[in-house]
């Protein structure tokens, strides 16, 4: 096949354990699946079918020290989820079969032009430039399912500059992950490279230049890094 131009790097995982990677395919993220962050966004905690919205494979980030600054925001926030692998083809899977497509999983931190967000809703427009935009997405190196099985429960922390700012549990999530799976498939075909931000407890809150960022999730992984200056 003859290109016009050089194609762009393929974007991947670091798997933990193995000198392979994981090809990724596709973002996808799910919107308020922790109560305590629909109350503090001015929401209904009520439990509502999950909705979802995208980023590109290439705003995941996963080397080096400093996430450049993104432009156009002054008001950047963190937001620190349960990434969700998916190694397997499927549509239309059912809850109970859910976890038979999930290769693995990894910590990450959704990045989040919070102003531009905001703008968005009350416009009523798409939130692609408050989401999807260069470097959004840092992860850590990808766990096997096969190695820790799928957890449900477990310590979600994200602290900046030493300071905790959201401290929650995966067992706090309203949609589960064989759920949100599950829900998915019934829009798109999942297909293997597919990736999955599953929400974010309450705590999310701005970044400045500089900050010192450290996001975990106990038995998952950790990733760490500095946010760059501002363009």
Not at 104 to 115: C, E, F, I, K, N
Not at 205 to 231: C, H, R
Request: charged share 25%; aromatic share 8%.
């Amino acid at each position: 096949m003859k290109f016009a131009f050089d194609p762009a790097a393929l974007s991947v995982l670091p798997i933990v354990g193995s000198d392979s990677f994981f090809p990724i395919r596709r973002v996808f993220c799910v919107g308020r699946n922790y109560a305590d962050h629909v109350v503090e966004m001015g929401g209904d905690p009520d439990r509502e079918e999950p909705f979802f919205f995208t980023k590109p494979a290439d705003s995941v980030w996963t080397q080096g020290t400093n996430v450049p600054f993104p432009t156009r925001t002054e008001n950047l926030h963190h937001e620190a989820e349960l990434v969700v692998a998916v190694g397997v083809e499927g549509a239309d899977i059912e809850p109970a079969e859910a976890l038979d497509h999930v290769m693995g999983y990894a910590a990450g931190v959704d990045l989040t032009r919070r102003d531009l967000q905001a703008e968005a809703k009350k416009r009523g427009r798409p939130w692609d430039m408050a989401k999807g935009f260069d470097h959004s997405a840092p992860m850590s190196p990808l766990q096997r399912a096969t190695e820790i099985g799928h957890p449900e429960s477990g310590r979600v922390r994200l602290n900046v500059n030493g300071q905790i700012r959201q401290d929650g549990d995966l067992a706090q999530q309203v949609w589960k992950v064989p759920e949100i799976v599950g829900n998915l498939s019934t829009y798109v075909r999942l297909m293997p490279g597919d990736l999955i931000m599953t929400g974010t407890p309450a705590g999310v809150g701005p970044l400045q230049a500089g900050d010192s960022v450290t996001m975990s999730i106990d038995g998952i992984g950790e990733i760490a890094f500095v946010m760059g200056p501002k363009p």
